[in-house]
C-alpha cells in the first residue's frame, strides 16, 4: 500500500517524540521498502543527530516554542517565536511542494505544528500521533485539522476536537524490550530468587528520586533480602560516593549503582519493582514487561503531562503514583516494604500493567497511514 509512496515525518524535541516516530518509519522501511521517507525537524535539538544516524534523508525550519514567562524576557522570546512561526510555515511549504508527499505525520514537538498545518491547507493527507494522556499544545490545535488522531492512551480523547474520531494505537517499543525474557535476563546478570529494585530519574538525575532511594537503601540493605539497581544520571553521579561512605559495597553486592543504566532492556526485564519518572515511553516498556511500578512524575513537565501517563496506570491497580511533593524517602520505604510484604499483590500490579500493553503500535500507526493515503 505504501510502496512508491512518500512519507514526510515531522518530529522534533525531546526523544519522546523522535524515536516513536523512528520506529514507525522503520517498520514502514522494512515491510515497504519501495516508499520514500523524509523527516522534518531542527537543526538544534536532538533529531538533527538521532534522525540522519538512523539513515533517512532530514530537512529543516526555524521554529520555537512559546514562553510563559510574565516578564520583559518572556515578551521578547515571543515576538521572535511569532516571526519564526510566520518563517516556518513559508519553510514548510517549500519543503512540501518539493518532496511532494502522498501524507505526512506528525509525532509532536513545535515543528509539527507548522508542518502538518500547510500539508492540511494544501489537502494532503494528514495524520499526527500523540504520546501522553494529557494532549501537548501542539497536537491539541492540530487534531482539529488533520485526517487522524492517534493516541498512546485513550484518556487523552476527551481532551481533544479531532476532525475525525481518535483512534488508540499504542506507542511503538523497542524490539529488544518486547523480546526480553526475565529468565535469561536475571541469569546473565547472575541473580537468584531475591526480588530485584530497579530505580532511575532519566539520564539527568532526579534529585527527589535519588534521595529517596538512598534513604531506601541505607534503611534496608542490611536485611539483604532484596536486589538494587539505580542509576543515579549524570547530576547525581555523587550519590554513589555518599553510600560508599556509609556501605561497604564490595560486602552487599545485592546494591548495585550505576550513572546510566545502557542494557535496560536486561534490567527491566529482570526488575520486580520499578521506579521512575513517568514518560511516556517508560510506561509503555513497563507495560510492555508487565511490571509493577512506583511512579514520580515530573512536576515541570509540559502540561504536567507525565501525572496524567502515571495516572492511566495507578487508576488500572498497575502502578503507584506518588507526587513528587509527597515523594519522601519514608513514604518509598513505607511502600516498598508493602510490596515485598505481598508477592500476590506484586503479581496482580504487573498482570493489570501487561493488560494495558499494546506490543503492535507500530503496525497499527501504519495501518492508520494506509487508510488516509490517496
Known amino acids: 500500500m505504501l510502496n512508491g509512496k512518500r512519507i514526510l515525518f515531522a518530529t522534533g524535541g525531546t526523544g519522546g517524540h523522535i524515536n516513536p516516530a523512528l520506529a514507525v518509519a522503520g517498520y514502514i522501511r522494512e515491510n515497504y521498502p519501495k516508499a520514500e521517507i523524509l523527516f522534518v525537524g531542527t537543526a538544534d535539538r536532538m533529531e538533527a543527530q538521532l534522525v540522519p544516524a538512523a539513515g533517512y534523508d532530514f530537512k529543516t525550519i526555524e521554529i520555537q516554542g512559546f514562553s510563559r514567562e510574565l516578564n520583559f524576557g518572556g515578551l ?9 512561526l510566520l518563517k516556518s510555515e513559508g519553510q514548510a511549504k517549500k519543503i512540501i511542494e518539493d518532496f511532494k508527499p502522498d501524507v505526512v505525520i506528525g509525532f509532536g514537538g513545535y515543528v509539527s505544528g507548522p508542518v502538518l498545518s500547510v500539508a492540511a491547507r494544501m489537502g494532503i493527507p494528514t495524520a499526527v500521533h500523540e ?11 492540530l487534531a482539529k485539522k488533520v485526517d487522524v488522531v492517534m493516541l498512546t492512551a485513550k484518556e487523552a480523547e476527551r481532551l481533544l476536537k479531532p476532525k475525525n474520531p481518535c483512534v488508540v494505537t499504542g506507542l511503538p517499543i523497542r524490539g529488544e524490550i518486547i523480546n526480553a525474557n526475565r529468565e535469561f535476563a536475571r541469569a546473565e546478570m547472575k541473580l537468584d530468587s531475591r526480588p530485584l529494585i530497579l530505580s532511575m530519574g532519566g539520564s ?4 527527589a528520586i535519588n534521595s529517596a532511594v538512598k534513604f531506601l537503601i541505607e534503611s534496608r540493605y542490611e536485611k539483604k533480602d532484596c536486589y538494587y539497581l539505580h542509576a543515579t544520571g549524570k547530576a547525581g553521579a555523587g550519590m554513589i560516593d555518599e553510600i560508599k561512605e556509609k556501605i561497604n559495597l564490595d560486602a552487599n553486592p545485592q546494591i548495585m549503582l550505576r550513572e546510566y543504566i545502557n542494557d535496560m532492556d536486561r534490567c527491566l526485564a529482570a526488575a520486580d519493582i520499578v521506579i521512575c519518572r513517568a514518560g511516556a515511553s517508560s510506561l509503555s516498556e513497563i507495560q510492555a514487561l508487565g511490571k509493577p511500578s512506583i511512579l514520580v512524575p515530573y512536576p515541570y513537565a509540559a502540561e504536567n503531562h507525565q501525572y496524567y501517563n502515571a495516572k492511566t496506570l495507578a487508576d488500572r491497580d498497575a502502578a503507584i503514583l506518588i507526587e513528587e511533593k509527597d515523594f519522601t524517602g519514608e513514604r518509598l520505604l513505607s511502600e516498598v516494604e508493602k510490596l515485598l510484604a505481598d508477592p500476590k499483590k506484586l503479581a496482580e ?9 499494546i506490543l503492535d503500535a507500530s503496525q497499527r500507526i501504519t495501518e492508520c497511514v494506509c487508510k488516509i493515503v490517496k
Not at 500490579?349 to 500493553?357: F, L
Open 76 to 84: 521578547k522570546h515571543n515576538l521572535k517565536t511569532v516571526k519564526l
Open 131 to 141: 504520546q501522553n494522556a494529557f494532549p501537548g499544545v501542539t497536537n491539541k490545535n
Open 204 to 207: 539527568l538525575g532526579a534529585r
Open 349 to 357: 500490579m504487573g498482570r493489570n500493567a501487561k493488560d494495558m500493553a
